[in-house]
């Protein structure tokens, strides 16, 4: 019988004890601090999403979706969802989530001070961070500035079957719609809306797809998001469309949002906070405005140059929450007006 000498068994202990007392205890990755995103922002946020890892450890877990989808995953699984933030497009679907109960109140000095009150629930569940204006657009060779007003002077004669309308069913144009009501009552925001179906307008279904009709001299006017028309003139800086910003000696050129807040029954609140209390700072900010050529919400970050170009202007001041709560108007509005 072979024996095992002592300095051999002795070395084999040695050469075991760094494996057994290093023997890997790294926290799985599940264990590493992490919030999770439910996202229907499709552009110019993961740079955002790594520059809060790096400056906090805390790892960002995205899941993208179309904003009805996200709405109704968050409605199902409710305090099981795995979700601590909700980050969409438009105002009217963060107050439909907080109406539904899907998001908490953040009580956030840091973002108070870093969204315009306009730009945020009043009851604070939600809070703006990139601001696109819906403006009136037009075709730089056929029509001067000088003829351009206001939203409701595109109901004056002389658009008549000159005047492009992206469909009324899209949100983007109930929350204009709604902003219209909330700023002059029913009766006129009709009388307004009916100027615009009385010109014939081309219906078209797409922000891009108008653009390029009225570069393609369907029509001379219409009205679109601002970063559209950004985004095509990046591309081609001679596409013949302009930006007028509406209603300047009025009530200011209608603005919404994408935003975010933190759901009702997120497990990572502290960092959820965190995280939407960083999307608000300048340096994320800027992020959002150099990748998507949006307004930055808070005014402390500089706009992308392109856009820049086009000067200030006033915003309709209206609190953006106008979107959801006259949501439902805003479509009866419409098909009472026969705005398609
Ligand atoms: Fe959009």
């Given at each position: 019988?072979?024996?095992?000498?002592?300095?051999?068994?002795?070395?084999?202990?040695?050469?075991?004890?760094?494996?057994?007392?290093?023997?890997?205890?790294?926290?799985?990755?599940?264990?590493?601090?992490?919030?999770?995103?439910?996202?229907?922002?499709?552009?110019?946020?993961?740079?955002?999403?790594?520059?809060?890892?790096?400056?906090?450890?805390?790892?960002?877990?995205?899941?993208?979706?179309?904003?009805?989808?996200?709405?109704?995953?968050?409605?199902?699984?409710?305090?099981?969802?795995?979700?601590?933030?909700?980050?969409?497009?438009?105002?009217?679907?963060?107050?439909?989530?907080?109406?539904?109960?899907?998001?908490?109140?953040?009580?956030?000095?840091?973002?108070?001070?870093?969204?315009?009150?306009?730009?945020?629930?009043?009851?604070?569940?939600?809070?703006?961070?990139?601001?696109?204006?819906?403006?009136?657009?037009?075709?730089?060779?056929?029509?001067?500035?000088?003829?351009?007003?206001?939203?409701e002077a595109l109901g004056d004669a002389r658009w008549k079957g000159r005047l492009c309308l992206r469909t009324s069913s899209y949100?983007?144009?109930?929350?204009?719609?709604?902003?219209?009501?909330?700023?002059?009552?029913?009766?006129?925001?009709?009388?307004i809306v009916r100027g615009w179906v009385a010109n014939r307008p081309i219906l078209i279904n797409g922000d891009a797809k108008l653009?390029?009709?009225?570069?393609?001299?369907?029509?001379?006017?219409?009205?679109?998001?601002?970063?559209?028309?950004?985004?095509?003139?990046?591309?081609?800086?001679?596409?013949?469309?302009?930006?007028?910003?509406?209603?300047?000696?009025?009530?200011?050129?209608?603005?919404?949002?994408?935003?975010?807040?933190?759901?009702?029954?997120?497990?990572?609140?502290?960092?959820?906070?965190?995280?939407?209390?960083?999307?608000?700072?300048?340096?994320?900010?800027?992020?959002?405005?150099?990748?998507?050529?949006?307004?930055?919400?808070?005014?402390?970050?500089?706009?992308?140059?392109?856009?820049?170009?086009?000067?200030?202007?006033?915003?309709?001041?209206?609190?953006?929450?106008?979107?959801?709560?006259?949501?439902?108007?805003?479509?009866?509005?419409?098909?009472?007006?026969?705005?398609?």
């Amino acid at each position: 019988m072979r024996r095992t000498s002592p300095i051999r068994a002795l070395t084999a202990a040695v050469l075991a004890l760094p494996i057994l007392v290093t023997w890997p205890t790294p926290p799985p990755s599940a264990q590493a601090p992490e919030v999770v995103v439910y996202s229907a922002r499709h552009y110019g946020q993961e740079a955002a999403f790594d520059a809060f890892t790096r400056k906090t450890g805390v790892n960002v877990k995205v899941f993208s979706g179309q904003t009805g989808e996200l709405f109704e995953r968050l409605k199902a699984e409710a305090e099981r969802t795995p979700a601590d933030v909700l980050v969409t497009v438009d105002a009217g679907n963060l107050w439909n989530a907080a109406r539904a109960g899907l998001l908490a109140r953040i009580d956030s000095p840091e973002l108070l001070a870093n969204v315009p009150a306009h730009l945020r629930d009043p009851e604070q569940r939600w809070f703006g961070l990139t601001v696109r204006a819906r403006t009136i657009v037009y075709n730089s060779t056929t029509v001067t500035p000088a003829a351009l007003s206001t939203y409701e002077a595109l109901g004056d004669a002389r658009w008549k079957g000159r005047l492009c309308l992206r469909t009324s069913s899209y949100i983007y144009n109930q929350s204009m719609l709604a902003t219209l009501i909330k700023r002059h009552g029913e009766p006129r925001a009709e009388e307004i809306v009916r100027g615009w179906v009385a010109n014939r307008p081309i219906l078209i279904n797409g922000d891009a797809k108008l653009l390029e009709s009225i570069a393609a001299g369907q029509c001379d006017v219409g009205v679109a998001n601002h970063y559209y028309l950004a985004r095509i003139l990046a591309k081609n800086p001679a596409f013949p469309v302009a930006p007028f910003w509406a209603n300047q000696a009025t009530t200011g050129t209608h603005v919404n949002i994408s935003g975010a807040g933190v759901t009702a029954h997120g497990k990572n609140r502290a960092n959820a906070i965190r995280l939407v209390e960083f999307l608000s700072s300048p340096e994320a900010q800027q992020m959002f405005a150099d990748l998507s050529f949006e307004y930055p919400a808070n005014p402390q970050a500089a706009v992308n140059p392109l856009v820049a170009r086009w000067g200030t202007f006033k915003q309709d001041d209206i609190n953006v929450a106008a979107a959801g709560e006259l949501q439902a108007a805003a479509v009866r509005l419409a098909d009472r007006a026969g705005y398609k």
